[in-house]
């Protein structure tokens, strides 16, 4: 069954540096989106991603956050100066489109860690 | 704006016995409603959804839910625990977006199931 997936499953960074979050979607899927879980906390919206622009952005999406699609296959958070606060586990999602693989799920990846010291 | 509320951070039920887990839920329109399962170290899997139709719906693993729109409510059961049951277990709303407009998903704060040997 074709699934979402992450890499890497755990990055440690120092506060200040640079960080990118990789996901493959699942391939015939259209919409894109990063949600996070900052520990013991419950699972928030960042980002949403469709032909190639953001759809909607939560307001922790700020900018020191970017997504980017840069090949057919993956699809990135960046962030650009990471902070303590930014430590989460952080989930890519996809979504096929609404006709004719009608559908209304989000598939979820496994996640990475990100641990910011 | 729509919002989701778990009744209860921890639930422990003896194993052979029915699980109930509550949820209850705020949205303007109607709503998509979602419950996700997360076992430990993993990321979410989609137990079952409710989007149109029937109100009582069946997911994974022997799981069904009921939308109760009266009630605002959308709770899980299960009538027999199984140890493998024990995980994080999150209700979730999304709005009935045209397109990919706000579609993103909210997410309870999830309730820890516990099963009791």
């Known amino acids: 069954e074709p699934e979402v997936t992450q890499t890497p499953s755990h990055q440690v960074t120092q506060m200040g540096q640079e960080v990118i979050l990789r996901c493959v979607p699942i391939?015939?899927?259209?919409?894109f989106y990063w949600y996070r879980q900052i520990l013991g906390q419950k699972v928030e919206f960042l980002v949403s991603f469709y032909n190639n622009e953001i759809s909607e952005k939560s307001e922790i999406f700020d900018d020191q956050f970017s997504v980017e699609r840069p090949d057919g296959s993956n699809f990135t958070l960046k962030i650009r100066s990471t902070k303590l606060e930014d430590s989460a586990m952080y989930f890519c999602?996809?979504?096929?489109?609404?006709?004719?693989?009608?559908?209304?799920?989000?598939?979820f990846g496994p996640g990475t860690r990100l641990t910011v010291l | 704006a729509q919002s989701v509320t778990q009744l209860g951070s921890h639930v422990s039920v003896s194993e052979g016995a029915l699980v109930l887990l509550r949820c209850n839920y705020s949205s303007s329109v109607p709503p998509y409603l979602f419950w996700y399962v997360q076992y430990p170290n993993q990321g979410l899997q989609l137990l079952l959804k409710y989007t149109t139709g029937a109100t009582l719906v069946k997911g994974i693993n022997g799981f069904e839910a009921e939308f109760k729109k009266s009630e605002t409510s959308f709770h899980l059961t299960k009538p027999s625990a199984h140890m493998s049951d024990a995980a994080e277990y999150f209700c979730?709303?999304?709005?009935?977006?045209?397109?990919?407009?706000?579609?993103?998903?909210?997410f309870g704060k999830g309730t820890r199931l516990h099963i009791l040997p």
């Open positions: 391939s015939n899927h259209l919409y």
């Open positions: 999602a996809s979504r096929a489109p609404e006709l004719p693989l009608s559908t209304d799920t989000q598939y």
């Open positions: 979730a709303v999304s709005d009935r977006g045209s397109m990919n407009r706000d579609d993103k998903i909210i």
